[in-house]
Nanobody, 115 residues
């Protein structure tokens, strides 16, 4: 199973950016997809998730600004009104059901928001 993330880069505060992450391989059933982020000297934290049933979950500090969506094996994160504190490496994550639940991570994509 491989997760390929893309879309990171440099953006000015107030701008927008869209991240994408595609899952490939012996996927089985995708039960959850999501995005986490890790800023320098901070722990990895949840940004947003979407279940196979379409339920959404957002971190409080991105609600109203970020939108997670999914199309088959690809998950997107539309980030609007970006702030310098959104600067981080963004990791996509998926939970697959292949007999048992298994978790997989993408390689991370850096988003830098300049003030």
């Amino acid at each position: 199973v491989q997760l390929q993330a893309s879309g990171g880069g440099l953006v000015q505060a107030g701008g927008s950016r869209r991240l994408s992450c595609s899952v490939s391989g012996s996927i089985g059933s995708i039960t959850l997809m999501g995005w986490y982020r890790q800023a320098p000297e901070r722990q990895r934290e949840l940004v947003a998730t979407i279940t196979d049933g379409g339920s959404l979950n957002y971190a409080d500090d991105v609600k109203g600004r970020f939108i997670i969506s999914r199309d088959k094996n690809t998950v997107y994160l539309q980030m609007n009104d970006l702030k310098p504190e959104d600067t981080a490496v963004y990791y996509c994550h998926t939970r697959l059901l292949v007999g048992i639940f298994r978790h997989y991570w993408g390689q991370g994509t850096l988003v830098t928001v300049s003030s």
